[in-house]
């Protein structure tokens, strides 16, 4: 094999996946190539329980960049890999004892070794001793510390040997689309987002839906979500946002139901048309970013009344974080600043003056019975939009 810089890619809970490994282990896999498909002449390895990025170094630090978003990945570390041979593996340790010496300052070091291939002439204990009395032997400025070293350099010895010292942390969670696909209630708000990174965080696949009721709520509004979307493809590559007005519904709640039912009730179509789309598009659970006792819709009533309205799993992913918590996760990424630019939202326009805070279900049901609820619902599905993001962009005239 040649030698090559590559990075040794470390999964945190998929190793415990036992049976399941490979499947966790190809999807782990072909995210990493997709994260970097742009970047030439790099080899995403795949052999005995390690990943390994191979890459050429003008790319090192935009592939860190990406790696490290990953979900599934717990940390990485830059490596060199040499042929078996203690000549070859003691340069390459001492190239990395500089580079440390050069960018952390380190004074004292030790050598780790671990020899997974038996047919190596020397035993790791051996290796290390080797290895360590050269780099030490070279760099009269460092000197060996077997019990608080500044920095340990590894040695793996497999069908190459590897080299590295640096463990960088990396996202952690599960592969994107490992546990399915989830349809995300997308708001222009600071909460959605969060709740679509959280569950895509642990595997799950989204699409998502923005409810909108243009032209009360303006193009710039739908906008926003959009950019929101934007943000989101640095962890999920791409995004399909359908984009339902709700107007007629809105109108029809105005006209035949009690004005103080209003948010309850947009909020229960919002379900069922979620759900919906859901069964089209093959999610098999609904996401949301609701949160305990943050607004009138969000009391346990509330929540009870808009559970009952869909018969898939509902994943509130912030339901016991509080708001600060929230903002701080928004800004981490990257969501923050776009939430907060000040749009109206479709749940604004028709807010009554008075609103129920803690609904009953037989009520809203009796109130849900004065509409057309079937033909409501499949009007603004059939006037859906769909929006396409990729990589940081919107894709222009997608395919259904
Ligand atoms: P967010 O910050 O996500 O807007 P919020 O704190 O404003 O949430 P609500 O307005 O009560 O809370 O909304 C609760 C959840 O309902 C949202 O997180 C989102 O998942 C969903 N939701 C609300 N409005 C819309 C909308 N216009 N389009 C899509 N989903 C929505
Ligand atoms: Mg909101």
Same mark, same amino acid.
């Given at each position: 094999m040649e030698e090559r810089e590559l990075i040794l890619i470390r999964y945190g809970e998929i190793a415990l996946k036992g049976k399941n490994i490979g499947v966790f282990q190809k999807k782990l896999v072909k995210n990493i190539k997709k994260a970097l498909v742009d970047v030439p002449n790099i080899h995403v390895l795949d052999h005995h329980g390690r990943v390994y990025v191979e890459h050429d170094h003008e790319d090192y630090e935009k592939i860190v960049e990406r790696v490290t978003k990953v979900f599934g990945i717990v940390s990485i570390s830059p490596a060199h890999r040499t042929e078996n041979k203690v000549e070859a593996i003691c340069t390459a340790a001492l190239e990395e004892a500089k580079?440390?010496?050069?960018?952390?300052?380190?004074?004292?070091?030790?050598?780790?070794?671990?020899?997974?291939?038996?047919?190596?002439?020397?035993?790791?204990?051996?290796?290390?001793r080797h290895v360590g009395g050269y780099v030490n032997q070279k760099l009269d400025e460092l000197s060996v510390d077997v019990h608080?070293?500044?920095?340990?350099?590894?040695?793996e010895i497999r069908n190459s040997a590897y080299i590295f010292s640096k463990?960088?942390?990396?996202?952690?969670?599960?592969?994107?689309?490992?546990?399915?696909?989830?349809? !995300?209630?997308?708001?222009? +708000?600071?909460?959605?987002? @969060?709740? $679509?990174?959280? %569950?895509?965080?642990?595997?799950?696949?989204?699409?998502?839906?923005?409810?909108?009721?243009?032209?009360?709520?303006?193009?710039?509004?739908?906008?926003?979500?959009?950019?929101?979307?934007?943000?989101?493809?640095?962890?999920?590559?791409?995004?399909?946002?359908?984009?339902?007005?709700?107007?007629?519904?809105?109108?029809?709640?105005?006209?035949?139901?009690?004005?103080?039912?209003?948010?309850?009730?947009?909020?229960?179509?919002?379900?069922?048309?979620?759900?919906? !789309?859901?069964?089209?598009? +093959?999610?098999?659970?609904? @996401?949301? $970013?609701?949160? %305990?006792?943050?607004?009138?819709?969000?009391?346990l009533e509330s929540i009870t009344v808009t559970n009952a309205m869909t018969e898939m799993p509902i994943f509130r992913p912030l339901i016991a974080y509080d708001k600060s918590e929230i903002v701080e996760k928004a800004q981490e990424i990257d969501t923050f600043e776009t939430s907060i630019l000040p749009f109206e939202d479709c749940c604004t326009v028709f807010l009554p003056e008075r609103v129920v805070t803690k609904p009953r279900l037989e009520k809203i049901q009796e109130s849900l019975d004065l509409l057309d609820v079937e033909g409501l619902i499949d009007r603004a599905i059939e006037n859906r939009e769909l929006v396409v993001v990729s990589r940081g962009k919107q894709i222009e005239n997608p395919r259904y």
């Open positions: 580079r440390l010496i050069h960018e952390e300052g380190i004074r004292t070091f030790k050598i780790e070794t671990r020899r997974a291939n038996k047919g190596f002439p020397m035993t790791s204990p051996e290796i290390s608080t070293p500044d920095a340990v350099i590894h040695i463990r960088i942390q990396a996202i952690g969670g599960m592969p994107y689309g490992s546990a399915g696909k989830g349809m !995300l209630l997308l708001s222009g +708000g600071i909460d959605s987002p @969060v709740a $679509g990174y959280s %569950m895509a965080r642990r595997g799950l696949e989204l699409e998502a839906v923005h409810f909108h009721s243009y032209p009360f709520t303006s193009e710039r509004a739908a906008e926003k979500v959009v950019d929101l979307a934007i943000k989101m493809t640095v962890y999920t590559t791409n995004l399909r946002i359908y984009k339902v007005n709700i107007l007629e519904i809105q109108r029809a709640i105005q006209e035949f139901c009690p004005q103080e039912e209003m948010t309850i009730l947009s909020r229960c179509f919002m379900m069922k048309i979620a759900e919906k !789309l859901a069964n089209e598009s +093959g999610c098999k659970a609904l @996401v949301t $970013g609701e949160n %305990m006792g943050q607004v009138a819709s969000q009391t």
